[in-house]
């Protein structure tokens, strides 16, 4: 795709939130916590959770797939604060209201973020943390989306040199956060640069379906065949300890890590697969996560039978999708793959997919109001935040609590 630069305020002004976001968190916590999560290695298995009180959603055909082609005209912004705003994806914010050095540098380095020139991102968002000491929370967010376009690129030295997060133990003592981007950096530093040839034809593989519904394709580690989930919510690709041991894949350190999923933590382990197939394209030196094979599985349904158990070979995550030009389609039961038109033109409106750490697309309501949904293909429903409820003004009735699976476990 085309690249395109936004400039302050050239951005369409975005008034959506984010899946992520929990309505009950304050603005500028929102956006450190929740929208920019690239560092931790999240993973949604059914969905994340949603508003806190039940709710079931009602909406009319009113919000459709901003396409470029929209009838609505994008209202204006309704953002009140600088941090609101980008939380929103909202970078025009800072040409139309006061704000402050630091303010303006971050929103030009989200701009870059959403062009997808991840590494003019990465050096513009370095230097707004190391020239705006005084405002930690600019610097704080700078990080976090730092990383996540330095994870994006591999560039696992670079990251592996930065300071460690750290977090506070049970006892009040500073620990190393083990779910962090730094400490997978430390792991990964040493993996050679990854390789990826394509073949001349696109590769179309059968279209499997999990119990919940997940897209599954047939892939080839180091020459064995598995079923792996095509799942953008993953941040990295992960495959069953299990899997591990038969593909002679090794964890790269003694240590063990940690992955935050929607459910809460679990344990996994660093390491590189040599030779993974997705039909005929061959991809070399893919890092990994290796996780416990009792934990890679899901309940379907509501959770409650123990019989109804679906295992998991693995997970390819955002980390190979975003390399590749894939279509998941559904009727046919196919999925096609191959590599990624570099002079594909943009649409009309402009970019309508972003990547801020996790894939965000953005549809629009009849009214013109910019939604913004994480794009999660391992969950098994849609779901939203009471933001959306807020901006579209659905009608909504009293529903029920729903379970929802994930590796760590299950929760309401």
Sequence with gaps: MNRRVPQHGSETPYSGDTTTTNPRQPVKNRLVGSLFRGPAFGIAIFAACGPVKPTLVYVPPTVAIDSGHSPARLAASRSRTFWEAMASLDT??????????AEHAFAHALGLVMSGDVNEAALALDSVRTAFPNDTLVRRASRLLMTAMLQYQDKWKILAELNPVV?????????????????????FKTV???????????????????????????????????????????????????????????????????????????????????????????IRNSTAMIVASELMQVRPGQGTDPNLVAKIDGVIGFDIISRLDVRIDYQNHQVILQRPRRDAKLPRGGRNLFWVGTPIVRTVSSKGIPLHFNLDTGAQETYSTDALLEKTKAKTFIGERRLIGGFAGITV
Excluded: C
Excluded at 92 to 101: A, L, P, T
């Design 92 to 101: 025009g914010f800072v040409s139309r209201h006061q704000s402050s050095d």
């Design 167 to 187: 977090s506070r133990g049970k006892g009040g003592n500073d620990d190393v956060d083990k779910a962090e981007v730094e400490s997978w950096a430390s792991a």
């Design 192 to 282: 050679e640069a990854r390789e990826m040839t394509f073949p001349q034809a696109p590769v179309v593989l059968p279209l499997v379906t999990s119990a919940s519904g997940t897209p599954m394709i047939a892939v080839k580690i180091n020459g064995k065949e598995y079923l792996l989930w095509l799942d953008t919510g993953s941040s990295m690709s992960i495959i069953a300890s299990d899997v591990a041991q038969d593909a002679g894949v090794v964890p790269l350190v003694k240590d063990t890590l940690e992955v935050a999923t929607a459910t809460g933590r679990v344990p996994a382990r660093p390491a590189a697969i040599t030779r993974l197939q997705l039909g005929g394209i061959d």
